[in-house]
C-alpha cells in the first residue's frame, strides 16, 4: 500500500501546530480481530502527541488520551461535562503495569486476576506514582481496565503504557456511543481521531471498587456479578 493511497484510507490531515484542532475528527479503520500494525503505529503516535481519540473497547467506546495530558483531560471533562472530581480509568495491557499506579492487596489481585482481560473497572486505592490529577480527589482512588480487544491491546502494546480512558457517554444519553459514524456525527469537531473497528455493545463496564477491604458494585454493567450479590 502506498503512503498516499494509506492516507487516504485513515483520512489523516496535518495538525501539528494547535493545541486543539476544531475541525471535524479523522477516522481510522482498524480491522477489529487482526488490527494493522502500521495503523496502530499511526494512533498511537498521536496519542503521544496529545491528541482525544475515541476508540472501541470489549463494552463500548470511550475517549483515551495519554496518560498525565492535563489539557486533553481537561477536554474529556467538558465533552462530558464532568467536574474535576470525575473518575478516570486506566486501560491497561496487563496485570503487571497495575501495581504500578494502584495498591492491590493479595486478595484483590486473585479476584482481578480472575476477572481479566473482561469489561470490568476495578477502583483502587492510587500509589504515589499517578498524578493527582487522575485521583479521585476526596478517596485517592484510581478506575483500572484491562479489556479484552485485540485492538486495545496492539495499542498497550505499541504505546508500551496504560491509556488514559473514560466511557464515552455524552450528558443526557442513557448508554455510551458505540458507532463510529454516529460519534463523528456528534463530536467529531471536539477529538482529533476515531478508531473505527465498527460498533461496540451497548453495555458499559461493571464498576467493582476495591478500595475499601471489600467489594462494592458501584455501577452494574456488562461484566457479571451475581458471585458478589
Known amino acids: 500500500m502506498t503512503g498516499a493511497n494509506n492516507n487516504v484510507q485513515i483520512r489523516l490531515c496535518a495538525r501539528r501546530q494547535l493545541p ?14 487482526d488490527p494493522q500494525p502500521r495503523r496502530v503505529k499511526k494512533i498511537v503516535e ?10 472501541p473497547t470489549d463494552s463500548s467506546y470511550a475517549l483515551g488520551c495519554h ?12 465533552i462530558r461535562k464532568k467536574s474535576k472530581r470525575h473518575n478516570f480509568t486506566l ?16 486478595w484483590a489481585y486473585r479476584l482481578i486476576k480472575s476477572l481479566t482481560p473482561g469489561p470490568y473497572t476495578f477502583v483502587l486505592p492510587a500509589t504515589r506514582q ?35 480512558s473514560s466511557t464515552l457517554s455524552l450528558p443526557g444519553d442513557d448508554m455510551p456511543l ?12 471536539q477529538i482529533e481521531i476515531i478508531v473505527d473497528a465498527g460498533p461496540t455493545g ?8 476495591l478500595s475499601g477491604g471489600a467489594v462494592d458494585v458501584l455501577r452494574l454493567g456488562r461484566g457479571d456479578v451475581s458471585q458478589f450479590t
Do not use: F, W
Not at 46 to 55: D, H, K, Q, T
Not at 202 to 209: F, G, N, Q, S
Open 20 to 33: 486543539y484542532n476544531p475541525r471535524v475528527a479523522k477516522l481510522v479503520e482498524v480491522h477489529p480481530r
Open 46 to 55: 498521536r496519542l503521544r502527541e496529545g491528541a482525544l481519540i475515541a476508540y
Open 67 to 78: 496518560i498525565g495530558d492535563k489539557k486533553t483531560i481537561e477536554r474529556i471533562q467538558r
Open 91 to 106: 486501560v491497561c495491557k496487563d496485570l503487571s503495569e497495575i501495581s504500578v499506579y494502584a495498591r492491590v492487596d493479595n
Open 130 to 164: 499517578l498524578p493527582k490529577m487522575l485521583q479521585n480527589p476526596k478517596r485517592r482512588t484510581i478506575g483500572i481496565r484491562v479489556p479484552d480487544h485485540p485492538l486495545v491491546s496492539a495499542m498497550l502494546d505499541e504505546l508500551g503504557e496504560p491509556i488514559m
Open 178 to 189: 458505540t458507532d463510529p459514524i454516529e460519534i463523528e456525527e456528534r463530536i467529531g469537531h
Open 202 to 209: 451497548i453495555e458499559p463496564t461493571t464498576v467493582l471498587d
